[in-house]
Nanobody, 125 residues
């Protein structure tokens, strides 16, 4: 059984920082592309950041470029999202996602096979 468990969300003031973590279990994810999506209330799911199976390539959504950094610890099956200079518009539920097929490319579409339960991030102005 694949499990993705996000943590690190919370309430922060605008300009502050948070670091999200995603612990993956059930199988090895070191050779699978992983990403973060978010969904604000009443809005569509949005790609935030992704990292290739090798870790050599990263991709970011336009709203977070230059402020967020995605990374992974393959040995610990853990994905991270460092979020700096947070803005009220970053308020959303953040989801960790993984592709099922090994060595498949990083994509920005929401066509990932495994999703975590999400963690709430709220940025106050």
């Amino acid at each position: 059984q694949v499990q993705l468990v996000e943590s690190g969300g919370g309430l922060v003031q605008a300009g502050g920082s948070l670091r999200l973590s995603c612990a993956a279990s059930g199988r090895t994810f070191s050779n699978r592309a992983m990403a973060w999506f978010r969904q604000a209330l009443g809005q569509e799911r949005e790609f935030v950041a992704g990292i290739s199976w090798s870790g050599s390539t990263t991709s970011y959504g336009e709203p977070v470029k230059g402020r967020f950094t995605i990374s992974r610890d393959a040995a610990k099956n853990t994905l991270f999202l460092q979020m700096d200079s947070l803005k009220p518009e970053d308020t959303a539920v953040y989801y960790c996602v993984v592709r099922r097929i090994s060595y498949s490319p990083l994509i920005q579409r929401a066509e990932y096979d495994y999703w975590g339960q999400g963690t709430q991030v709220t940025v106050s102005s």
